[in-house]
């Protein structure tokens, strides 16, 4: 069986270099240094254009927690719409109870309003439950719940730090969900542990961003002016390396060999 390669990207040029270096399909975001937000619908456009690649975009209204007010919930539903619109294949979301349970009721509401555009425009909708899975209290009450749901893809670590720490409960995973649910392993995902996980998970499909740290273009800097996160310089640039993707990309074609 041929192994998936998801690559998740921030920007055109990520973007690019993961096709460059073999990746099956695409998560699109923004501000991948906190974790990911929803991308633009013009990033969305333009990613989509230039790669040809399957894109799905992630739909985070914001850092921190999975509990959303009503009125996140009601701009997720609306920008869930909009990102199928706008040439997003599918959508990469999750929404938390309070009491760490997937809210089965938002999520219906989200997923119906990505459905209905896919729908109008006559495309298939590929629907994702991200890593809130990990941090929900019960893994396998949210896969049932994520069956239920009628949902393709979960993106987990197996509720670790990284995938490979998760590996016991990532291949558990694997076996409940069968042929209904693509498990895709993610966090931590690397062309060096690649070969480990897939043995160890038994999975078949893998979510890296293969970043890069590169150094600004800016040749004029004002140093001691920071613009954002603390400890993180201002003149530091972090994309996908084509060459991880590319290594990646080998590793997982020799195993499915």
């Not at 739909?59 to 919930?73: K, Q, S, V």
Request: proline fraction near 4%; charge should be negative; glycine fraction near 8%.
């Amino acid at each position: 069986m041929s192994c998936t390669l998801e690559v998740c990207v921030d920007s055109v040029a990520s973007a690019l270099a993961a096709k460059r270096g073999g990746a099956d399909r695409l998560e699109l975001c923004a501000n991948l240094i906190i974790g990911g937000t929803t991308p633009s619908l013009a990033l969305v456009r333009q990613v989509k254009t230039v790669t040809g690649l399957p894109v799905r975009a992630l739909l985070r209204p914001r850092f921190g927690d999975f509990c959303y007010d009503r009125y996140e919930l009601e701009q997720m539903a609306e920008t869930a719409s909009e990102l199928v619109a706008a040439g997003a294949d599918g959508i990469v979301t999750g929404v938390l109870t309070p009491d760490g349970a997937l809210d089965k009721d938002a999520l219906r509401m989200i997923y119906a309003s990505a459905l209905r555009a896919g729908q109008d425009i006559g495309r298939p909708t590929a629907l994702t439950l991200h890593r809130a899975f990990d941090v929900c209290r019960d893994p396998f009450a949210a896969l049932e719940d994520a069956k239920e749901l009628g949902l393709a893809t979960i993106l987990t670590s197996g509720q670790a730090a990284s995938a490979p720490q998760g590996a016991a409960l990532l291949r558990k995973l694997v076996e409940l969900a069968g042929s209904e649910i693509e498990i895709l392993v993610g966090a931590g995902v690397s062309p060096a542990n690649l070969p480990s996980l897939a043995a160890e998970t038994g999975a078949h499909a893998f979510h890296l961003s293969g970043k890069q740290v590169l150094d600004s273009r800016m040749t004029f800097r004002r140093e001691g002016v920071p613009m954002g996160l603390p400890g993180f310089s201002e003149f530091e640039v972090w994309q996908t390396s084509e060459e991880t993707i590319c290594s990646a990309r080998q590793v997982l074609d020799n195993l499915s060999l």
